[in-house]
């Protein structure tokens, strides 16, 4: 019986494993998948120096034979078999890049389900999103963004527990598209116009809070925000932020010099941070960075025990928790203490 | 020609200090607001210690001690004017509050009934939150301070003020027990 090819018994692996990895709901199910990898050959890598050297040497030899074709000016079948020479050169290249490239993606999906699981976090299947999305579409402007498309592209169910308050929230990231038309003059004096589409990228969370309504505090305000301006006491603040709410009072309770200081300070770690508490009392924190929910594995499949090792440790999400740690201290300024 | 052109840099000289000469004034009342917050902030406290003066109660044998804090306290309070800006005045009232907190934790270890107690936990709670806030009113009035000074003596502006506004430079407050309070120290 012939010896099964490494490389392709680790893609079948992978590929099977891939699959696994998605129905992974806690932290059991994912050190199932490490057992698994713990199974196949170590390291865990793939080996493609011999089909590199043969590839390399395919494509030096078909680059030859056109040179030589076009010197000699002989036959033009030479040159189709110098492209077809170049060709299946080509192939088994780009498949290799392929799996190394899956390999990595797999490496950090697993890394990530790790994150996610150690932070209190789920991600919500797509069938359940328009259940939770549709309120806050009517509630937050923030959601009213882009005239040409608008469309979630991730929502996660996390839950926070303070020493003095608990709460569950959605992560969420969302998509817009502006369109509009632009027109240019070429040195002839003539009017072009052609359709421009600008991508732009949101993230936040959405955080029950009863103790504040009707409310905006907006360093990268969307339209459709409306309510009486306040200034804080702060310059700063005032730099960074504008307060608009429906009553000023409201906003002159909320805005304690604690909350204050603790919003400049969000503010330098978070770009284009908006804060929208709805009439509803829901409060939609959201902002331009995408490496919330980021963790980089230390080290590779390659060396499965530190791997692990970095698996059974808790993984820290440091901006999340970061900002969760602000809006509990919102919260503790905001309730009552009797 | 000529005269177009030193016409313009008048106008635009004018402008300039017309600019700096509001934004010193805008500086100073935002130094001014900063400070009655303070006070503001401070005096949140009166509203405890009626509060505190009921619990000290049962204090049997620190009660005289925790009693005369609290008094040193209110006095205190009652000297802070939101129109002048007396750091001095503000050190003391923390100190005061320091010594009053140390004296209860002390106190309350004699006691672990109370220690237990909803209404004295809350009464700490809010305590501990008056306390944040006051760290933070006094970090957003030496932020305005800073901004203040700043605008007063960089140039152009040290100009403009030596001959129009004539503000002097205001002191922050400086105090390593209140700001030891205050918890927002995001890494």
């Not at chain 1, 804060?275 to 499949?301: E, V, Y």
């Amino acid at each position: 019986m012939a010896a099964i090819n490494p490389n392709r018994q680790l893609a079948q692996a992978i590929s099977r494993l891939q699959k696994q990895l998605n129905q992974v709901a806690d932290k059991t199910a994912l050190m199932a998948v490490l057992e698994q990898l713990a199974l196949l050959p170590q390291p865990i890598r793939y080996s493609f120096k011999q089909r590199a050297y043969l590839c390399s040497a395919g494509l030096l030899l078909s680059l030859l034979l056109a040179v030589l074709t076009y010197q000699l000016q002989s036959s033009v079948v030479l040159y189709y078999a110098a492209a077809i020479l170049a060709l299946c050169s080509v192939v088994p290249l780009l498949a290799a890049l392929y799996h190394l490239q899956q390999l990595k993606r797999f490496t950090e999906h697993l890394y990530w389900k790790n994150a996610l699981l150690d932070n209190n976090l789920s991600e919500l299947a797509n069938t359940d999103w328009p259940n939770v999305t549709r309120s806050w579409q009517q509630q937050f402007a923030e959601f009213r963004r882009g005239n040409h498309q608008r469309e979630f592209r991730q929502l996660i169910r996390g839950h926070f527990s303070g020493a003095e308050h608990q709460f569950s929230y959605h992560y969420w990231h969302f998509h817009y598209v502006n369109k509009r038309t632009q027109v240019t003059t070429n040195s002839k004096g003539q009017v072009q116009t052609r359709t421009v589409y600008d991508h732009f990228d949101r993230y936040g969370l959405i955080i029950p809070f009863a103790y504040c309504r009707d409310l905006f505090v907006t360093s990268f305000a969307a339209d459709g925000i409306t309510g009486e301006r306040y200034t804080s006491d702060s310059g700063r603040f005032n730099k960074i932020f504008q307060v608009r709410a429906a009553e000023p009072m409201q906003a002159a309770r909320f805005l304690k010099p604690a909350v204050i200081v603790a919003l400049e300070q969000q503010a330098r770690q978070l770009k284009q941070l908006n804060l929208a508490f709805s009439h509803d009392g829901q409060l939609c924190i959201s902002f331009a960075d995408n490496d919330m929910l980021q963790s980089k594995a230390p080290c590779g499949l390659d060396q499965l025990a530190q791997f692990r090792h970095s698996i059974e440790q808790p993984t820290a999400l440091p901006k999340l928790s970061q900002l969760l740690a602000t809006v509990h201290q919102l919260l503790r300024h905001s309730d009552s203490n009797f | 020609m000529g005269l177009g052109i030193l016409i313009g840099i008048v106008s635009i000289v004018l402008i300039m200090v017309v600019v700096i000469y509001n934004g010193i004034i805008t500086r100073m009342n935002a130094v001014e607001r900063g400070w009655a917050n303070v006070i503001t902030q401070e005096r949140q406290k009166n509203k405890m210690i009626p509060h505190l003066e009921q619990v000290t109660e049962q204090f049997k044998q620190h009660e005289m001690g925790l009693q005369s804090s609290i008094a040193e306290l209110r006095s205190g309070l009652a000297r802070l004017q939101p129109g002048t800006i007396d750091t001095a005045t503000l050190q003391q009232v923390e100190g005061s509050t320091q010594k009053l907190l140390q004296g209860l934790t002390v106190a309350v270890e004699a006691y672990p009934e109370l220690k237990a107690s909803e209404i004295f936990n809350n009464l700490m709670r809010e305590i501990a939150e008056q306390q944040e806030n006051i760290g933070a009113a006094i970090r957003i009035f030496n932020q305005n301070v800073e901004d203040f000074n700043n605008g007063i003596e960089v140039f152009p502006n040290s100009l403009v003020n030596t001959l129009l506004n004539k503000k002097t430079r205001v002191t922050p407050f400086h105090d390593s027990e209140a700001e030891a309070g205050f918890e927002y120290k995001l890494k």
